[in-house]
């Protein structure tokens, strides 16, 4: 079975620092992996996908990438802006259904 | 695309009670999902839909709960002789197929 885990569970940043979250999976067979944003109380809004074939997206101030052979998913986020502040998820898709496994989150505070 | 909707937003329900939540997914996606979350955790997943086909149910899904997705469209999913241990947040996400999840609001259900 899938287990997706982030550590740290929480990070707290001054305003302008570089943001590096991480996710580990145990199986590597993944078809996805995709970040989330949590505000509180709110749903999830997607970040980045990435492909089981690709190494790395981006977008914006956002950059993901993968290796499945450490079972790893880095999210950088440049510059953190107190906007930033909110729980990431990442979430493993094992199957071609789409179906996520995810990771328990790490909360971020960005200081100004 | 208007995004994901849920409904209701919150509900309080006396312990014992039948609920029924429902969501509205983006109209071009084949594939729903439900999923439910509480407090400091991931999301798990429960069950999912292609069309209007209930292809999997996480065994977290006991005999009290159903979802139904008639004709494709819009998916319900109702839990009968609710239970404290119900409370939760419940997220409908829907998505093309192999493209990224679209997460709703969710349903924030307290039983008392």
């Known amino acids: 079975k899938q287990e997706v885990t982030q550590i740290p569970a929480a990070l707290s940043v001054p305003e302008g620092e570089n943001l590096v979250l991480n996710c580990s999976f145990t199986?590597?067979?993944?078809?996805?992996l995709q970040w989330f944003r949590q505000d509180p109380g709110k749903g999830l809004t997607s970040l980045l996908l990435?492909?089981?074939?690709?190494r790395e997206q981006t977008s914006g101030r956002l950059n993901a990438s993968l290796d499945k052979s450490s079972g790893r998913s880095t999210l950088y986020i440049a510059a953190s802006q107190p906007g930033d502040s909110a729980t990431y998820l990442c979430?493993?898709?094992?199957?071609?259904?789409?179906?996520?496994?995810f990771g328990a989150g790490t909360q971020v505070v960005v200081t100004p | 695309d208007t995004g994901v909707s849920q409904d209701p937003r919150h509900k309080i329900t006396k312990r014992g009670q039948n609920v029924t939540f429902r969501c509205d997914p983006i109209?071009?996606?084949?594939?729903l999902y439900w999923y439910r979350q509480t407090l400091g955790q991931g999301p798990e997943f429960l069950t999912y839909?292609?069309?209007?086909?209930?292809?999997?149910k996480s065994r977290l899904l006991s005999d009290r709960f159903s979802a139904e997705r008639p004709k494709g469209s819009f998916s319900t999913l109702e839990i009968q002789r609710t239970e404290q241990g119900d409370s939760a947040m419940y997220l409908c996400?829907?998505?093309?197929?192999?493209?990224?999840?679209?997460f709703g609001s969710g349903t924030r259900l307290t039983v008392v």
């Open positions: 979430a493993a898709s094992t199957d071609s259904w789409g179906k996520l496994q």
């Open positions: 109209s071009e996606h084949n594939r």
């Open positions: 839909f292609q069309n209007e086909a209930q292809l999997e």
């Open positions: 199986d590597s067979a993944i078809y996805n």
């Open positions: 996400a829907s998505s093309r197929s192999s493209g990224s999840c679209t």
């Open positions: 990435i492909q089981s074939s690709q």
